[in-house]
């Protein structure tokens, strides 16, 4: 795909999304620093350890792990994976997103208590915002809280054999993305399965002895995005946005 079709620039290799993350410092009430637990419904994603240190905390119908994450160290989880990212000493990590614009889409759901987990509740315990509408890092800080309260619950839950409650949470969250599914369908018809799709031309081509797709190549250079957003995990230079949108997203 090129900027003719809507885009500043092509996709990304795989049309996947790429962020930098740096986990939050802030303590939490278990004693432990970092981002907000949440899962994915759709995507796979991947982190790249590129400094520091820190753990991944999951919980998935395979019961509770932590990975520890090292520089160098690449871990990645599937759909349907409740994770949280630990800081133990500036961790600094690649996040590679599957189907790319994905989760800016709304393809992630926090472990709000079960209370805030309806469309009426959710949007405002989510909501970084302030009251004149400014991102607020006091309002990244609670809405975190409140999803490790309800992952700490979860977990309780799992340790007591209530396997039933994680089941729960799935229900919940996909009620709450329900009306995205269209928009998502969209998004990976366009990226990640476009993208394929054009793969799979150019094998044929090459089959067939036809060259002609080379003469379209290119190179494409994003410099690191000038904003730092408040992300579930941590501050984030998300490059997608850029990609989609242009230098100015």
């Known amino acids: 795909m090129s900027a003719a079709a809507g885009r500043a620039y092509p996709e990304f290799p795989g049309a996947v999304g790429i962020s930098e993350l740096t986990a939050y410092p802030w303590p939490t009430a278990d004693d432990e620093h970092g981002g907000s637990p949440h899962m994915h419904l759709t995507c796979t994603e991947a982190y790249v350890v590129v400094g520091g240190r820190g753990r991944l905390q999951t919980l998935s119908h ?17 759909p349907g994976t409740i ?16 189907n ?4 800016e889409a709304g393809d992630a759901v926090m472990t709000f208590p079960p209370a805030h987990l309806t469309a009426e509740g959710y949007g405002s315990a989510a909501s970084v915002l302030d009251t004149d509408g400014e991102p607020s890092a006091e309002r990244a800080r609670a809405r975190r809280d409140l999803a490790i309260e309800g992952f700490t ?12 409650a994680l089941d729960d949470f799935h229900r919940q969250a996909a009620a709450l993305v329900s009306p ?14 476009a993208t394929a799709a054009a793969a799979l031309d150019n094998v044929r081509a090459l089959r067939d002895g036809r060259v002609a797709h080379l003469r379209d190549a290119s ?4 410099p690191s995005p000038p904003h ?19 230098p100015d997203a």
Not at 100 to 103: A, D, N, V
Not at 153 to 164: K, T
Request: aromatic share 6%; glycine share 10%; proline share 5%.
């Open 153 to 164: 619950d979860l977990l309780r839950q799992w340790e007591r054999g209530n396997h039933a």
């Open 228 to 246: 730092t957003t408040l992300g579930m995990c941590g501050f984030l230079h998300a490059y997608d946005p850029v990609r989609r949108l242009g």
């Open 100 to 103: 790319s614009g994905l989760p």
């Open 180 to 193: 995205r599914l269209a928009e998502w369908q969209r998004l990976i018809e366009d990226g990640a399965a």
């Open 83 to 98: 994770h949280r990212a630990i800081n133990d000493g500036d961790l600094r990590v690649l996040v590679i997103m599957q």
């Open 62 to 78: 395979s019961g509770p792990t932590v990975q520890s994450l090292e520089p160098g160290d690449v871990v990645w989880f599937t």
């Open 219 to 222: 190179v494409q250079r994003i």
